[in-house]
């Protein structure tokens, strides 16, 4: 068998070349990490989980008009992406204060906010993903104010239809976080969605009790991980009720030594 060259292995995910120059195949492995890497540890069979979820709300962005990277499931942890140039923005969406927002302002997780707050994080891990403001962004050239006026028009859209789609699950969306890239057409460049939607990169929280179905289980080493990951594919429908299918083959898989 030959093997895939390895374009990139990051916290959650590998990226393969792909089969067709311009596309990649994104891999996700079952690692966690939080507070910057800080703290690690494994979610057994998160990887599987965050490649339907995401796989999921990619498909319905693409059907109302966003464009994504996203191209096709290849199996249990892959999907064939379209390669693009990432831009070093984390763009996180904000409808209730919580984590690092709540800490720096010092208001009370779970508050409302009146309106929904867009920020800009420098992806750069040695220096922990700085909060920066579009002044730095311009400054330092890592998008022009068109490219940042198409993010942030995409981002509300996207918040608008997955806040939707998880109340319409009973579940709250209480923030997220997006990464946009650039594709090229002859000289024209374009932005579209990349990286991954899943409970990795969002806050989610059944609206009826609060409970928290994301990876702040994780961070606040609340325990059941993976059956809150389990949870929101089931309420999106991607697992058969009462069952644990995705899992169970996952498991079955492992167990065979692949
Ligand atoms: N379509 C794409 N083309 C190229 N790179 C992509 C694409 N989608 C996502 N990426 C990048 O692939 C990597 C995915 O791996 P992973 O999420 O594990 O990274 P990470 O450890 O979070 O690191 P990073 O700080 O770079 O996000 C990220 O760096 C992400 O920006
Ligand atoms: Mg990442």
Known sequence: MTRR?????????????????????????????????QKKG?????????????????????????PTHFIRRLNMREQLIRQVEIVPIE???????????????????GLQ??????????KDDALGDPLVSEEHIACFGWASQEEMHDIADMAIRV????????????????DFKLEFGRVYDNDYSRIILADEISPDGCRL???????????????????????????????????????????????HRKNRGK
């Open 159 to 174: 918040n608008d239809f997955m806040s939707g789609l998880f109340a319409g699950v009973n579940v709250r969306l209480v």
């Open 42 to 66: 494994t979610i057994s069979g998160k990887g599987v989980l965050n490649n339907r979820i995401s796989e999921h709300v990619f498909t319905l962005l693409g059907n109302i008009g966003v």
């Open 5 to 37: 060259r390895q374009i990139y292995e990051g916290k959650a995910k590998i990226l393969y070349e792909g089969p067709e120059p311009g596309t990649l195949i994104q891999y996700f492995k079952d690692d966690a990490t939080a507070f910057n890497a």
């Open 205 to 251: 929280w059944d609206m009826t009790t609060n409970e928290k179905l994301d990876k702040d289980r994780f961070r606040q080493d609340l325990g059941g991980e993976v059956e809150a990951y389990q949870e929101i594919a089931r309420r999106l429908g991607l697992l058969p009720e009462g069952e644990n299918t995705v899992l169970d083959m996952a498991e």
């Open 91 to 109: 763009v996180v969406i904000r409808n209730v204060a919580a984590g690092s927002l709540a800490k720096r302002l010092g208001l009370e997780e």
């Open 113 to 122: 906010l009146p309106r929904t707050i867009i920020e800009y994080y420098y």
